[in-house]
């Protein structure tokens, strides 16, 4: 085949064939010539296609796609946890001071327990949220019903009508001195601070029976009776261990570890439960409201 015929095939425009050739053919050859045809079309089709991808990626930047941010509503743990399974993190078991905080707070809670049922009564569940003081509280109303949010603006107003009666010179300012040195700090954030929940501010400002609790037995007329436990690690002789009672700072020492040598103990000191009465102004009261509370926490009391 000459080149002029091969032109004359690869060019549309040639006259020299046309429909009444292809109806001179036999059946045969017609769909042999259809087949061709398509085969032919396709194969220009893809191409096509792959020419234009070709020169796409050669003369574009394409730039890698951000990955998407993690999701608000997940929580710290599961993030963790996340990032350990993608290889962000090393795994790792919990550090040994935050398992000495969870045996403080077992401890605690059982002596906690075991001084209550000797009265018949339990500890209930409070939010553990920073809203705990106000919602253990909210239950030990019982017949009169309320939200956390009502009791911390009624704390809220209460507090500021002081403040605008009698200045910096009021009592609620000389009880901070019982919680800490930073005092004016303490007294200014109670002020903007005390009537915004855990939904309002990611961390609200805790309840203290001696402030807010007595501020809130003054307004219901209760009495608040308030039973609590704490803890103080110290380093002991082996003979004071395991259940032994100090008689002069009144604290039981219960058994973590040995130390180094054996001579010496790691232990904690669970204070003996000490319970706090705090009375409203208007006398008589109308009932009282039970409290518990054992580092970190309070909940309601409960009668078994």
Known sequence: MRITEIVAYLNPFDTSFDLYSFQELSLEKKVTTVFFTIVGALVLVIGALASFRFCLQQFSVITPKPSPPPSTSESRSEAFGRAIKEGRLPSRKPAKAMDNISLKTKLCKEKLAAFLKRSNEKFGVAVDDGDCFYDAFRQGLKKISVTVKELRTIVHERVQAIHKEQGIKN??????????????????????????????????????????????????????????????????????VAGVVDRDTAMTYDLVQKVEGGKRVRAIKICEVAVTEIYPEAQPFIGTVKVAGYPGHFVPVMTL
Do not use: M
């Open 171 to 240: 009592w609620i300012f000389e009880a901070l001195k019982i919680d800490t040195s930073t005092q004016q700090e303490d007294y200014d954030e109670l002020l903007k601070t005390v009537s915004h929940t855990k939904q309002e501010i990611a961390v609200p400002l805790w309840g203290r029976p001696h402030i807010e609790g007595k501020i809130l037995a003054d307004h219901f007329k209760v009495a608040i009776k308030v039973c609590e436990v704490n803890v103080l690690d110290t380093i002991l002789p082996l003979r004071q």
